[in-house]
């Protein structure tokens, strides 16, 4: 049933600086952006409920008052739109998430120095988040011999949370320089909206990491493209990251994967991609002759990077891509986020009636038995277990006696 609403008075859209008086007012603030956006970051005081589901019950919202966002307040527009039509006093918040995020960096800047910002989250990086955090990072850099004497690594931001935390992390290991390298922060932009550029931007300043930014046309080129678009876009970033690593005399690139990207790929591999396979800590460039590819934060926990960011009052960005409002496909990797995101999950319902479940998943493919392996590849060349079945040497382990 659709009731039109009569008050020819509403306001279609609410301003940034508006948002306290309408709270005030009773109005429920609401977002309606997806679930992993939601959790990555939101305007404390809101709810989540998608786009979809208040479109398609729009009748039960009927002369509530709502506030609702999104990434950039377009698909809240339509959404307040919609429900108006079901009698809903419905405001969209103009500019969206993202108008919200300057107006909130705007107003900290004010209130503390860059300096005196920049300092505290070291000192907390030193403190509170020493164990969780700066042990498990240079516990990688040593377990898996990710940086060594005279390297330089061009440090790759994102503008997430992940890859800032990383370039904190290399620079309080410079701070302490053991041994003699070289770091490079390293920016592309592949086509940001300004927003998005804007903010990046804000947030390096913010934490006083000195960056090179570089543009490349990456988002147009694959914008037309209806066959993982994502994937095709995650592997041209990363070779336009090699090649400006390069000319800037880095040998290695460092991306900011962490631990729970790990055991998701590892189980996204087996359900979704029929093999078993894991995101190697560091690999070798196959088109880039001499560098590296490494993964410092991966044996740190995605639970302890969202509590630095938020012990920090930090706000970063999810997905930058400037053609959707809410990206709801793509990923880092150029995997699917729907499929990430249901990965995600059933890690925590098993979790539930297994506490280690995690780490299992993790230590599966440290502890891996060929003799019990049906098939295998290996630089190539595919190795099935018939193939030295009736040799006794070479079938240790792969007996039940």
């Known amino acids: 049933m659709v009731i039109c609403n009569l008050n020819k008075n509403y306001k279609a859209e609410a ?113 509170r988040f020493k164990k969780s955090i700066w042990s498990k990072f240079t516990k990688a850099i040593n377990e898996y011999e990710l940086v060594k004497e005279g390297d330089c690594v061009a440090v790759c931001i994102s503008g997430g949370k992940d890859s800032m935390l990383m370039a904190k992390l290399f620079q309080e290991l410079k701070r302490h320089n053991k041994f003699p390298f070289e770091v490079r922060f390293l920016i592309m932009d592949p086509g940001y909206s300004p927003e998005n550029r804007k903010l990046i931007e804000s947030n390096a300043k913010r934490l006083n990491i000195p960056v090179t930014i570089f543009e490349s046309d990456i988002f147009e080129s694959v914008f037309n493209v209806e066959k993982s678009p994502c994937y095709l876009c995650a592997r041209m970033r990363r070779g336009h990251l090699y090649s400006k690593a390069k000319e800037l005399g880095c040998n290695k690139i460092a991306l900011g994967h962490h631990y729970d990207d790990v055991i ?63 990206c709801s496909s793509c990923a880092e990797d150029g995997q699917s986020k729907s499929k990430r995101l249901e990965v ?7 979790k539930k009636t297994n506490p280690f479940v995690e780490g299992n998943i993790f230590k599966s493919v440290e502890n891996v038995n060929l003799s019990t392996i049906v098939a295998y590849k290996q630089n190539g060349v595919r190795h099935h277990f018939l193939d030295t079945y009736d040799d006794v040497t070479g079938n240790v382990g792969g007996s039940e006696e």
């Open 15 to 127: 301003d940034i600086n508006e948002l306290s008086a309408y709270m005030e007012s009773g109005y429920e603030l609401v977002d309606v952006r997806d679930e992993l956006s939601y959790a990555y970051g939101n305007i404390k005081g809101s709810v989540n409920l998608s786009k979809d589901v208040l479109c398609e019950h729009a009748d039960d919202y009927a002369g509530r008052k709502l506030l609702l966002y999104c990434k950039r307040g377009e698909a809240s527009l339509e959404a307040a739109e919609v429900l108006r039509e079901h009698g809903a006093d419905a405001v969209s918040l103009r500019g969206g998430y993202l108008a919200w995020l300057m107006a909130d960096m705007q107003q900290r800047s004010e209130e503390k120095s860059d300096d005196e910002f920049a300092a505290e989250v070291e000192e907390s990086i030193r403190k």
């Open 344 to 350: 995600k999950k059933l890690i925590a319902e098993l």
């Open 264 to 326: 998701e790929t590892i189980l996204m591999g087996m359900l979704y991609g029929a093999q078993m396979q894991t995101m190697m800590p560091k690999l070798h460039s196959t088109n880039f002759e001499g560098m590296e590819l490494i993964r410092p934060l991966y044996l740190i926990r995605e639970d302890d990077i969202k509590a630095w960011r938020d012990a920090n009052e930090l706000k970063f960005i999810q997905c930058a891509c400037k053609f959707t409002d809410t």
